[in-house]
Every structure is written in C-alpha cells, then in structure tokens.
C-alpha cells in the first residue's frame, strides 16, 4: 500500500499484540513505525456497498482509501445475486430496508440512465399459485403501499395469460418498478466514479484486527505485504465477515455486534429460450423469496435461489437439487421440460439470526450503538443490498457527516 504519512506508534492504549511484537523485534523497532499510515478513512471491502461509500465519501471532500481482501472488487455477495432492482414490497414499514430499498431503487434507476449501465424496468410478477395464497398477495400490497410502493396491479388468470402465457396462477400483482441491471457494470461505475473523486482502491489487502486509540483506529492488514493504518473514519462493509471482523477491533463492545449465519442459494439455468418476459416470483418462503425465475440482461432465464443454511463461505454447487427445483418451478411454469435446466451458480445471504427467525432489518451500527467515534458497521446486508447500494452510502454518510 502507498504510505501516505508516517505516523508514531506510540499509544499505551492499543500495546503491541504477539504478532506485532515479533515483527518489531525482528525489524529493529523502528521499522513497524515506518510501516503505519494515516488516512483520513477507510473502506473495508468493495462489494457493492463498500464501493459505493467510498464514492460517497470521496465525493463529499474525504481522503478515502478503500481495502478489498480478494484480488478484484466485487467476488462474493455483490456478484452472486439475482440481479434485481426491488421495488420495496417485502419489507416492515419503517425498517431500514423499507425505507432504503424504495430510496435506492430510485436512485439506481438514477444512476443506470447517467452512467450508462445496462439494466431494465421490465416488472415483475408474483404470483398466488393456490388460492390460500391470495391472502399473502392481499398482506404484500398493503405492505407495498406502506412502504410508498402504490403502483402494484392485481392481476387475474387471464391477465397473467395475456401477459406470460407459460405462468399459471390464479391471481398475481404485477410490480412494474421491479427490474434487472448489470451487476458488473454497476460495481465497475461505482469504483470509477469513486476514483475519479479521488478514493484508491486496493486489493489483495484484508484487514485482520483493529484497535480503537485516542487518535484514530488503528487497522492492521494481512495478505503478502502486511501494513498498518491510523484512520479516523472507518466503514466496515464486509458482508459476510462483518461481525468476524467487528469482534477483531479491540474497542468495539462485543455485545453490540450481532451473531452471524449463512443462507446459501443455489441458481439453476434455463437452457434454450426464455418463455418469460418478466420476473416470475412465488410468494415468499422463510429466508428468502422463493425459488423465482429472473432473467439477465441478454434474456436468459435462471431460477433460485433456494435457501440452505452452511457453516462455511463455500460457493461449490450442491449436487442432486434438480428435483426440488422442478417440483417449486412447475407450481407456475407446468409446462417446464424435464432436464430443462442446469447448475448456474451459488451465493451467500448474510444473515444476523438463524434458521427459523422472523425476517431481520439491516443493520447499521454508528457511535451511538457503540461508542466509537468514526466507526460505522454494516451487518446483515442481504438482499436488496444490490437496490439500496446508492441510499445506504447516503445513510452511512449521514452517520459520518462531513468532517471527521
Ligand atoms: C443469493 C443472493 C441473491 C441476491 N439477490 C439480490 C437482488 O436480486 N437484488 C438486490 O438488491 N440484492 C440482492 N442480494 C443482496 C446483494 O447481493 C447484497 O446485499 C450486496 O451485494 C451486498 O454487498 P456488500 O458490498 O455489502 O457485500 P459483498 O459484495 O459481499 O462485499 C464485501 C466485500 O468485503 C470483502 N472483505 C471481507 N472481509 C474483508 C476484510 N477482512 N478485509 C478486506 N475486505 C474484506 C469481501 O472480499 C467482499 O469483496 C442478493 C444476495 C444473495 C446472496
């Protein structure tokens, strides 16, 4: 990493750890000194989220440094999703994700036009395939217009016919802000955008263990060229490891970072051409949407993602899920072939309660959960972290205000 400032290692309030003792005794002392810069703040991880935070913050006149573990931006979560830009329909009236799910998807809409990103309003349709759910339609349109979304259309079998002549149902809303966007496209506009305001991004650095001093937090950094970094503004927007790496800054309180579980969601692939033109969702499950259909940007059709809950970050595909997925995509597509479809790819919800919760909010941890000033935590950014990238940078800026 380019040293910015050298700074004093000198704070009795964050003692050298074991490792850091070895490494200053073997380097004569003055050496780890040397190896400290001062930045004014840091973005850890460059997901979509991170990415578009550092942009934010850049943006507004920050000295920003963004730390992404892997060797490229944007490997887990930020490009292993549907793809989706939600409308805001699912969740609790006042939740963070209500609130910056509808804000966000306004702004992606936004930013896709200026940018020139690829994406589409192409709507969506969630259909009841039995008549007791029709009542869960009747809850969601009420949530949907709780959340502001007021533009969601009841639909009739022959409506739907008319409109998907594949999908059977027996009633369906039709969501017409729901659309599709180019994932890769959007994290490689955000991470232009954001250097051009003058963040650096840099790769194949994770951060390992912080400490909170008097003058700043102190990241300490892995990978093939270790550094240390004082900062006085730091965002950790780790997805998955968000609370493993909250619990290594000494200074956080552990009670205030939450548990963390993994919901892994397989997609499988239509082969030949889609039927549908526009994303065909069942109603909901727990942990998850249901196994929909989505479709990318060149018109393919994918199905997924279900929900298993895993122990380890571990994207292989599980074997042998074809039949399941057939039995929940012939409840509306009846006419599916047999092997029609193909393993496509995996990702991994974070989630901050197991298996069996109520669905949970976002979480978003400032100074005044746990004290430290300059440091934000992002927990639990599932789905629509895609949608809400752009307003959760707006609310983590909120947080941080202007000046350090
Ligand atoms: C199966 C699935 C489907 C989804 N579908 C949709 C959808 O259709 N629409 C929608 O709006 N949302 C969707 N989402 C949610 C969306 O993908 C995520 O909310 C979003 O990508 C989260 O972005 P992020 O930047 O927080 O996390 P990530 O993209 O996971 O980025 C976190 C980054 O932090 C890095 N990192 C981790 N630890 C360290 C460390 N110690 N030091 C440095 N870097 C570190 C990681 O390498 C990673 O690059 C879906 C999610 C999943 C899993």
Same mark, same amino acid.
């Given at each position: 990493m380019r040293l910015l400032q050298s700074v004093p290692y000198a704070s009795a309030?964050?003692?050298?750890?074991?490792?850091?003792?070895?490494?200053?005794?073997?380097q004569g002392g003055d050496e780890i000194v040397r *190896?400290?810069?001062?930045?004014?703040?840091?973005?850890?991880?460059?997901?979509?989220?991170?990415?578009?935070?550092?942009?934010?913050l850049a943006s507004s006149g920050r000295q920003v440094v963004l730390l992404e573990a892997e060797n490229r931006m944007g490997s887990h !979560?930020?490009?292993? *999703?549907?793809?989706v830009i939600h409308a805001g329909i699912y969740y609790p009236r006042g939740s963070l994700k209500a609130r910056l799910c509808v804000e966000g998807k306004r702004a992606l809409y936004r930013y896709c036009h200026a940018q020139g990103i690829a994406h589409s309003r192409l709507g969506k349709l969630i259909v009841a395939t039995r008549d007791e759910d029709i009542a869960v339609l009747e809850r969601l +349109?009420?949530?949907? $217009?709780d959340n502001g979304v007021d533009d969601l259309q009841w639909l009739d079998r022959q409506d739907v016919r008319a409109l998907e002549p594949e999908v059977v149902c027996v009633r369906a809303l039709l969501?017409?802000?729901? /659309?599709? &966007?180019?994932? @890769?496209a959007l994290l490689a506009a955000l991470c232009r955008d954001a250097r051009s305001a003058g963040a650096e991004l840099v &790769? !194949?650095?994770? &951060? &390992?263990? /912080?400490? %909170?001093?008097?003058?700043?937090?102190?990241?300490?950094?892995?990978?093939? $060229?270790?550094?240390?970094v004082l900062c006085q503004t730091v965002v950790n927007a780790t997805g998955l490891q968000a609370s493993s790496l909250a619990r290594s800054i000494e200074g956080v309180p552990k009670d205030t970072v939450p548990p963390s579980f993994l919901a892994k969601g397989h997609y499988f692939v239509l082969t030949g051409r889609s039927p549908f033109s526009r994303l065909i969702y069942p109603v909901p499950e727990p942990g998850g949407l249901g196994i929909h259909v989505t479709l990318d940007l060149a018109g393919r059709a994918r199905f997924g993602p279900d929900v298993h809950w895993v122990d380890t970050i571990d994207y292989r595909f599980e074997e042998g899920l074809e039949g399941v997925f057939e039995d929940a995509?012939?409840?509306?597509?009846?006419?599916? +072939?047999?092997? !029609?479809? $193909? =393993?496509?790819?995996?990702?991994?919800?974070? +989630?901050?309660? =197991? !298996?069996?919760?109520?669905?949970?909010d976002f979480v978003v941890h400032g100074p005044e959960t746990h004290g430290v000033r300059g440091l934000v935590n992002l927990y639990g950014i599932e789905s629509p972290g895609l949608t809400a990238a752009l307003a959760?940078? $707006? @609310? %983590? @800026?909120?947080i941080i205000g202007e000046h350090p």
């Open positions: 309030s964050c003692p050298l750890d074991a490792r850091d003792s070895a490494l200053y005794a073997a *190896n400290i810069s001062e930045i004014d703040a840091v973005v850890i991880g460059a997901g979509v989220v991170g990415l578009a935070i550092a942009r934010r !979560s930020s490009s292993r *999703n549907s793809e +349109k009420l949530q949907a $217009e969501s017409p802000s729901t /659309g599709i &966007v180019d994932s @890769h &790769v !194949s650095s994770p &951060v &390992v263990s /912080g400490c %909170v001093r008097a003058d700043g937090i102190l990241l300490s950094g892995g990978g093939a $060229e270790p550094f240390r995509i012939r409840r509306y597509f009846p006419t599916m +072939k047999a092997q !029609s479809i $193909e =393993p496509g790819y995996t990702g991994i919800r974070p +989630k901050v309660a =197991p !298996s069996g919760s109520a669905p949970q959760l940078a $707006e @609310h %983590v @800026h909120a």
